[in-house]
């Protein structure tokens, strides 16, 4: 027979992260936000390598909108995606207008924009979510720009 459990809050439910989530998360709780002046000093003082792994993520620049839907962030994906509907919208309506052909080398340039701004943007979203408890809409809050 199973015995009932007593002490409930004693179990840990804490996630546990890989030492990469950990130290970007550590970055995060040590000197805020990127838009803190605090931040960009202390990552100012980080190797090359570090710099890219607190500052950008590899896999949500490569696979944003399926990245961000796994970490659980769909809330900023849905934002995102809307952004890039609105901006290629408007291009394409004013490029129309214009009579102009929409040209590919815009096409790619705002395809690693919006690669860059997914890669950019979801570590301190995640840190938000997981740390904070903040999964809000804004994918851009405490970001630099």
């Not at 805020?32 to 620049?61: C, D, E, H, W, Y």
């Amino acid at each position: 027979m199973k015995q009932p459990i007593e002490n409930i809050e004693n179990i840990n439910t804490a996630k546990a992260y890989s030492a990469k989530w950990q130290a970007r998360f550590d970055f995060f709780d040590r000197y805020g936000a990127p838009s803190t002046p605090a931040f960009r000093q202390a990552l100012k003082q980080l190797p090359f390598r570090q710099k890219l792994r607190v500052n950008m993520n590899l896999i949500a620049f490569l696979f944003g909108p399926i990245y961000l839907f796994v970490l659980g962030l769909w809330k900023k994906n849905i934002s995102l995606i809307l952004i890039m509907v609105a901006v290629y919208t408007v291009l394409i309506i004013g490029l129309a207008i214009a009579g102009i052909e929409f040209p590919r080398y815009l096409q790619v340039g705002l395809g690693y924009g919006f690669n860059a701004l997914y890669g950019m943007s979801t570590n301190y979203s995640y840190y938000l979510k997981e740390r904070k408890g903040d999964n809000g809409w804004n994918p851009f809050k405490g970001m630099r720009w």
